[in-house]
């Protein structure tokens, strides 16, 4: 069983920065893919973040040069350091992992419970 637990959000004002931890906890085979998404009140969840095992890191336009994305595959943790917080970056925050757990198994998404960011103007 994979459990991914996240932890580092609150409530920070505008120009501040915060830092998202996500602790990855259950056997894995291989890793495709980790990353951050998030949903802000009547929106849809959309993706902040994503660092492929092969490939480059990929970032929502409205987050680049703001937010980086990181992992310590020592810690099994995965990071979003976000800088220069805007009002508008409010939102849940949902940690993911696409993976396999077993040779034969189809990789699937798993989703941590969601770490609350709420930034003051």
């Known amino acids: 069983q994979v459990r991914l637990v996240e932890s580092g959000g609150g409530l920070v004002q505008a120009g501040g920065s915060l830092r998202l931890s996500c602790a990855r906890s259950?056997?894995?085979?291989?890793?495709?893919?980790m990353g951050w998404y998030r949903q802000a009140p009547g929106k849809q969840r959309e993706l902040v973040a994503a660092l492929p095992s092969t490939g480059n890191t990929n970032y929502a336009d409205s987050v680049k040069g703001r937010f980086t994305i990181s992992r310590d595959n020592a810690k099994n943790t995965v990071y979003l350091q976000m800088n220069s917080l805007k009002p508008e970056d409010t939102a849940v925050y949902y940690c993911?992992?696409?993976?396999?757990?077993?040779?034969?198994?189809?990789?699937?998404?798993?989703w941590g419970q969601g770490t609350q960011v709420t930034v003051s103007s």
């Open positions: 259950g056997s894995i085979y291989s890793i495709r893919a």
């Open positions: 993911t992992v696409n993976a396999v757990l077993t040779p034969t198994q189809a990789p699937r998404d798993y």
